[in-house]
């Protein structure tokens, strides 16, 4: 009922710069965007949190990303995006963009797929 797809994700340098990009294709009229969420995976580990953005712009980081990282998102086109600098080799994993939808009086969360990112050392 409401589709996630993520993208921008590649191969880059530490030190350099990647904006990924979290799409959400809505078509109940009932539906509204609460909030749009980037996780990561590394390998081996869990999916941990990386950034968040809800309705009224208010923004969270983890601390491992505040300073390199900024979330915004264009609320017309229902897309967030995460604008990535100054690159770690830890930073590497697949990103997931996750989507808080409200309808009537219930939340429902849905996910992309998840785009790659790697920086090389």
């Known amino acids: 009922q409401v589709q996630v797809v993520e993208s921008g994700g590649g191969l880059v340098q530490a030190g350099g710069s990647l904006r990924l990009s979290c799409a959400a294709t809505?078509?109940?009229?009932?539906?509204?965007?609460?909030?749009m969420v980037w996780h990561r995976q590394a390998p081996g580990k869990e999916r941990e949190l990386v950034a968040s953005i809800v309705s009224d712009d208010t923004t969270n980081y983890a601390d491992s990303v505040k300073g390199r990282f900024t979330i915004s998102r264009d609320s017309d086109k229902n897309t967030v995006y995460l604008q990535m600098s100054r690159l770690k080799v830890e930073d590497t994993g697949v990103y997931y963009c996750?989507?808080?939808?409200?309808?009537?009086?219930?939340?429902?969360?849905?996910w992309g797929q998840g785009t790659q990112v790697t920086v090389s050392s």
């Open positions: 996750n989507t808080g939808v409200r309808r009537r009086n219930y939340r429902f969360s849905y």
């Open positions: 809505v078509t109940r009229s009932d539906d509204s965007i609460v909030d």
